[in-house]
């Protein structure tokens, strides 16, 4: 992989002093990247023996896996720029965006188009369905201010459980009759049931719009990784150090300001001077690793902070056990896989000639059941899962790999406006030197072109003088992958997930 310097900007304005990135994911990297074009070295301390975060990408025996699937699609032009920076063009492949519903052996377009589940359901069912619409619109549940309550009002029990249901509740842990109301709106405005019928009956009269996504995207082909080992290269090149394996377990900070990042390799301690630090960790944890600690109100609000946690298992199957999309939402109650990726539709490089591989992925807490388990018995039980949707048979697996990911998605829960603001405030006050980016540092529901936006903002904030409100970015109420949308923001949708107060 190359490993030159980045293209040299003009000389930077003023040296930021010793600057050290906590983090070697999207923006960790990003941050070193733009440093290194003004000229300025950093060091960059990475707790795991792997660059990219949750962008990263596994190997294991040749087989290649996306952890969680990243789309290279971007509304903001910087990002887009940066990308083909890092990756000359030809590393890019340009794919077909396909997903859709896989529920009782049959593929439903996704996002949802009532008229095609409607057909896909068949006759009897169907009828079912606009029955319990019908039902639910004479009489609606009294409480819609709950995500099951609205969806139930407009679409009827039946198609709420078959499409809504469970796979709400399999991705984020909580019941969907807990949920907020406005989470769902945004997510189902463009779907119409009644809509639905009448086209059914006046298809050529009465056709509904339904926004357009983008139909490729482009990606890597060795995967997202490939991305973030290439930039990794390259700002060491460029006189930057990364250390890996080295997971920081204090900020020194005094007289208002962070002045050393100690970090752990190998059992050995190292402190690294610094007049600035930008941190990508998780924001609970640099709180918590402040020394001298924060007091006890910041302490608690950093521990508040929820996280959801992810693994994937990878089988190897036969190419003709694949299918074309990038990955299939799993709606059946039976199973609890709730996203099936097929590497093979990302990258042709990802998998061998004749085969493909299949990533079950699963939506757990960390120290749970399913997280503790052992990888066998999760590959079984992933085997098992295939052979239930019907999606492969047991014979045709020849390999299977667990590849776990920790705090994977920020929660947002009823308190943790609160808590991020506890927390940014102490920042602010005690060490206005430490600046927070990325999904996890912001403890905020960013993609990876958001993680690497608030890194190339901050970098500009520290050295080009500028005052760019990181806390801005992804603030939409929606991200779409929609064809010719517009505005400002950057955003991406995520629900509150109610959590009961602590007795």
Same mark, same amino acid.
């Given at each position: 992989m190359a490993s030159d310097a980045p293209p040299p900007d003009e000389a930077a304005a003023t040296s930021p002093g010793a600057v050290v990135i906590i983090g070697a994911g999207p923006a960790g990297?990003?941050?070193?990247?733009?440093?290194?074009?003004?000229?300025?070295?950093?060091?960059?301390?990475?707790?795991?023996?792997?660059?990219?975060?949750?962008?990263?990408?596994?190997?294991?025996?040749?087989?290649?896996?996306?952890?969680?699937?990243h789309r290279f699609f971007t509304k903001v032009d910087e990002v887009e720029r940066l990308w083909h920076e890092i990756l000359p063009d030809e590393d890019f492949l340009l794919r077909p965006r396909k997903s859709r519903i896989f529920y009782n052996g049959k593929y439903f377009d996704y996002p949802l188009r009532a008229f095609n589940a409607l057909r896909n359901l068949g006759i009897v069912e169907a009828i079912k369905c606009v029955v319990s619409y019908v039902w639910a619109r004479i009489r609606p549940p009294k409480d819609q201010t709950n995500y099951e309550g609205w969806l139930v009002a407009r679409f009827g029990w039946r198609l709420y459980r078959t499409?809504?249901?469970?796979?709400?509740?399999?991705?984020?842990?909580?019941?969907?009759? =807990?949920? %907020? +109301?406005?989470?769902?709106?945004?997510?189902?405005?463009?779907?119409? @049931?009644?809509? &639905?019928?009448?086209?059914?009956?006046?298809?050529?009269?009465?056709?509904?719009?339904?926004?357009?996504?983008?139909?490729?995207?482009?990606?890597?082909k060795y995967g997202p990784g490939m991305m973030w080992e290439v930039c990794r290269d390259?700002?060491?090149?460029?006189?930057?150090?990364?250390?890996?394996?080295?997971?920081?377990?204090?900020?020194?900070?005094?007289?208002?300001?962070?002045?050393?990042?100690?970090?752990?390799?190998?059992?050995?301690?190292? =402190?690294? %001077? +610094?007049?600035?630090?930008?941190?990508?960790?998780?924001?609970?944890? @640099?709180?918590? &690793?402040?020394?001298?600690?924060?007091?006890?109100?910041?302490?608690?609000?950093?521990?508040?902070?929820?996280?959801?946690?992810?693994?994937?298992?990878?089988?190897?199957?036969?190419?003709?056990?694949?299918?074309?999309?990038?990955?299939?939402?799993?709606?059946?109650?039976?199973?609890?896989?709730?996203?099936?990726?097929?590497?093979?539709?990302w990258s042709p490089y990802m998998v061998k000639p004749g085969y493909t591989c299949l990533g079950l992925e699963y939506f757990v807490f960390e120290g749970d059941e399913m997280w503790n388990a052992a990888d066998e018995d999760l590959i079984e039980q992933a085997k098992r899962e295939l052979l239930i949707l019907g999606l492969a048979e047991l014979r045709d697996i020849e390999a299977g790999y667990v590849v776990r990911m920790p705090k994977a998605y920020p929660t947002y829960d009823q308190f943790y406006k609160d808590n991020v603001e506890v927390l940014k405030g102490w920042l602010a006050e005690h060490a206005p030197n430490v600046h927070p980016v990325g999904r996890n540092g912001m403890h905020k529901y960013n993609n990876q072109d958001h993680s690497m936006y608030t890194a190339q903002l901050t970098v500009e904030n520290i050295v080009d003088g500028t005052d760019h409100d990181i806390w801005s970015v992804n603030v939409e109420e929606e991200y779409h992958e929609e064809k010719g949308s517009s505005g400002s923001g950057t955003g991406r949708d995520a629900p509150i997930i109610p959590r009961a107060v602590a007795s």
């Open positions: 990297l990003t941050a070193a990247y733009e440093l290194a074009k003004r000229h300025v070295t950093a060091t960059v301390l990475e707790a795991d023996d792997v660059v990219g975060g949750i962008s990263r990408t596994v190997e294991r025996d040749g087989w290649r896996f996306d952890i969680g699937g499409f809504f249901k469970t796979y709400t509740e399999k991705v984020w842990g909580v019941p969907v009759s =807990s949920m %907020p +109301a406005d989470w769902a709106a945004q997510r189902v405005k463009n779907l119409s @049931l009644s809509s &639905a019928v009448i086209n059914a009956i006046l298809p050529k009269r009465n056709q509904t719009d339904i926004t357009s996504l983008i139909e490729e995207f482009q990606y890597p390259k700002v060491e090149a460029a006189g930057s150090k990364v250390v890996m394996s080295s997971p920081v377990v204090a900020i020194e900070h005094a007289d208002g300001r962070a002045t050393a990042v100690v970090s752990e390799t190998d059992g050995v301690r190292t =402190s690294y %001077p +610094a007049e600035h630090v930008i941190s990508s960790m998780p924001m609970s944890e @640099l709180l918590l &690793a402040m020394d001298p600690p924060v007091p006890a109100d910041v302490e608690r609000a950093a521990r508040d902070l929820q996280f959801r946690d992810f693994l994937s298992v990878a089988l190897v199957v036969p190419e003709t056990d694949g299918f074309p999309d990038n990955w299939i939402y799993i709606h059946d109650p039976e199973v609890q896989v709730g996203r099936i990726q097929n590497y093979g539709s």
